[in-house]
């Protein structure tokens, strides 16, 4: 298939966008304490050809602040010298530089302003934290003030030189959704009860930013294809008719599903091009361009969403993540070249813990600044010639795929009979067969190069490494999940007297069946996939936690109420808040998490997923020969990935490729190993 049609220019506004790849708003855990690590980011991907490419969710004002989470933030004019230098990185190649203004309403619980949160109904503060706050309802003036406070913003993004406004109306976050729905907007007034007045607000605001500012800056709108909460919410149905009945009024539509977890829900339940059905006939409604989301990878698919008429532009967040460089691969046809979004949501979680974003394909990703690491790019080696990668996980993989791209000579030695560690082990579960990605693209990588040779059913010993004389040794041996049950609720091993099963073993293909208790300790999402496997297989399953949700961690991966929807369909029963204390034959002892209070409960096979045993016997062995190293030319060794410190997929891939870019580098020693912005002090 030909996809010259992504390559044709597009009209939005008074701007023309070079191309069909539109790079939408999204989050990257950096925010407004990490503007220049943000501003390299999105420049990055200007590089890789995207002809559109947004900032995240901007705050536009300090009465509505969405702390502890860290978005931009537009509040004076003393953000406009950090915005502009988002804005000029992402226009270095010709890229449109886009921004998403926010007021978050009755998301806002203005945790750090403490200034009172409004809204257009009285109603309580609607966060992941379920926060005792409550917003007030907008009177008139506040309304006013509103609107006013939206042209001071447009001004502020005319000066700091964008090209694009987005209002933010979706996923249940933006304000425009609040006064377009039903279920938070209750209002008696010119702004409530019919659509013509829902939308009022939105045609108010277009209408000011448009005197303020001109045709100088495109004005696109984001809204939900649905909120999926029934006849309250802003159905699929009202936003047709929101959009035909103001089919002139932004220069964009810009369509998104739901809620957050509804739109950007992760591979395991979402497919690709999943919002198709919500979008297709929306073009019609409106001589306006429209773009969408849908986790696109496929080039045949985005062609097909622009052919059939369902898209104007192809709108990804997390495929511009995975491989900033995605356009740009495609227009020199090197499809085979693209690091394809697994649909983790590791990224999302940069955000949810305020931590650093991250990416299990690209780790580089939100270390362009800071590590002056670039996707594409790598140093040329050091000194020394060969290396031996020892593991062929995650880690391994991308330890050796960055070290070939510098030069070196290298093995990949593999104890087992199949490359791919970790990952070709967990792409046969439930919903994860995506991430079999991370180890695919890696192997493809490395038989293009002459510089590699890969070997498999090749265990090593000691003595063994040494003999070869590599100048380099990395050790990436991975870990194996324990069967004592040590994790969070026991930090030994506990009382075991009957048959156990570890997610080694049901991934191995000894899967037990009957009455099967699923004891998660871990709280990703191991312990819910499997418990899925063996209710798919016949099994009668309870699943226990200590935690008060099923898979607690991944409310930070928007995956949390799909995994406890998917067992609670199957008929799984969920046993929250509650512990295993000892396993006997035939039976395990509960415990409660708050008062112990015990009980047992019969079954036929326990399933721990507790904790894992790091896999580094080999380079202990290595290490205690060292005084033998200079005799076979080795230089140094290294234990990096889970067989350093088990954790997930995107802590290993970042341990490999960081591995191959320090390799016969200064070693930094007590200094900060990467760079970080230092908040100025006020007088």
């Not at 917003?135 to 309304?143: G, K, P, T």
């Not at 928007?558 to 295993?580: F, M, Q």
Request: charged share 25%.
């Amino acid at each position: 298939m030909t996809y010259d049609l992504l390559f044709q220019p597009v009209k939005i506004g008074a701007k023309t966008a070079k191309n069909r790849f539109y790079q939408v708003p999204h989050c990257n855990g950096g925010g407004y304490r990490d503007p220049s690590a943000a501003a390299a980011m999105r420049g990055i991907k200007a590089e890789g050809g995207w002809g559109v490419i947004f900032t995240e969710q901007t705050e536009m004002h300090h009465t509505s602040e969405i702390t502890p989470f860290i978005e931009l933030r537009l509040w004076e004019d003393k953000d406009i010298p950090s915005i502009a230098k988002m804005a000029a990185a992402m226009k270095t190649h010709g890229a449109l530089a886009g921004i998403q203004l926010a007021y978050s309403g009755i998301n806002g619980p203005n945790m750090y302003t403490k200034e009172v949160p409004l809204a257009p109904s009285a109603l309580p503060i609607r966060t992941f934290t379920n926060d005792p706050v409550q917003a007030r309802a907008m009177d008139r003036e506040d309304i006013r003030n509103l609107r006013r406070w939206f042209v001071n913003a447009a001004k502020r993004c005319k000066v700091a030189e964008f090209d694009l406004i987005c209002l933010y109306g979706a996923h249940g976050f933006g304000i425009f959704q609040h006064f377009l729905s039903r279920a938070t907007n209750q209002r008696s007034d010119e702004y409530g009860g019919s659509l013509e007045n829902r939308s009022r607000f939105a045609r108010e605001v277009v209408a000011d930013m448009r005197d303020a500012v001109g045709d100088d800056l495109a004005i696109t709108m984001r809204v939900s294809l649905d909120e999926t909460i029934g006849d309250l919410g802003f159905s699929n149905a009202e936003v047709r008719d929101f959009i035909a009945m103001n089919a002139e009024l932004p220069d964009l539509w810009d369509l998104a599903m739901g809620t957050w977890e509804d739109c950007s829900g992760p591979s395991r339940f979402k497919a690709e091009a999943a919002q198709e059905d919500w979008v297709r006939g929306i073009r019609e409604l409106s001589p306006k361009p429209v773009v969408g989301v849908g986790r696109f990878t496929s080039p045949d698919v985005m062609v097909r969403m622009v052919k059939s008429g369902v898209l104007d532009f192809i709108g990804c967040a997390r495929p511009s993540i995975a491989d900033p460089f995605l356009p740009k691969k495609i227009q020199e046809g090197r499809i085979e070249d693209i690091r394809e979004c697994i649909g983790c949501n590791i990224c999302v979680t940069g955000d949810m813990t305020q931590g650093m974003g991250r990416c299990t394909q690209n780790p580089t990703w939100m270390e362009e600044w800071r590590r002056g690491w670039h996707p594409e790019k790598i140093a040329a080696k050091g000194e020394s010639q060969t290396v031996l990668v020892i593991g062929s996980g995650p880690a391994g993989l991308e330890a050796a795929r960055a070290c070939a791209l510098r030069g070196y000579d290298l093995a990949v030695a593999e104890a087992l009979e199949v490359f791919g560690g970790r990952v070709t082990r967990e792409r046969t579960l439930p919903g994860l067969s995506a991430w079999g990605r991370v180890a695919d693209y890696r192997l493809y990588q490395l038989g293009q190069r002459a510089n590699v040779q890969m070997y498999q059913g090749s265990r090593l010993t000691a003595a063994e490494v040494l003999e070869f004389g590599f100048q380099h040794v990395c050790v990436a041996t991975g870990s194996r999940w324990r069967a004592d049950g040590v994790a969070r609720q026991h930090v030994v091993p506990m009382p075991i007297s009957g048959r156990v099963y570890t997610p080694d073993d049901l991934m191995a293909g000894d899967v037990p069946s009957g009455h099967v208790v699923v004891y998660d300790d871990d709280h990703y999402y191991m312990g819910g996939v499997l418990a899925e496997l063996l209710a798919t297989k016949g099994a009668r399953v309870t699943f226990v936690t200590p935690s008060a949700y099923v898979s607690d961690w991944t409310a930070n991966t928007l995956e949390l109420s799909s995994i406890y929807r998917r067992l609670s369909g199957l008929g799984v029963t969920i046993r929250l808040n509650t512990g295993v204390t000892r396993v006997g034959p035939g039976a395990v002892e509960l415990n409660c998490s708050y008062t112990d209070r015990r009980e047992v409960l019969d079954c036929d096979a326990v399933v721990l997923v507790a904790s894992r045993v790091a896999e580094d016997g080999l380079y202990h062995d290595i290490m205690a020969r060292q005084v033998e190293w200079a005799d076979h030319g080795l230089r140094s060794v290294r234990l990096i990935g889970d067989a350093a410190a088990p954790a997930p997929i995107a802590w290993a891939t970042f341990a490999g490729h960081r591995y191959a870019r320090e390799l016969d580098e200064p070693d930094w020693g007590d200094a900060l190993p990467f760079r970080r912005e230092v908040t100025a002090l006020e007088d």
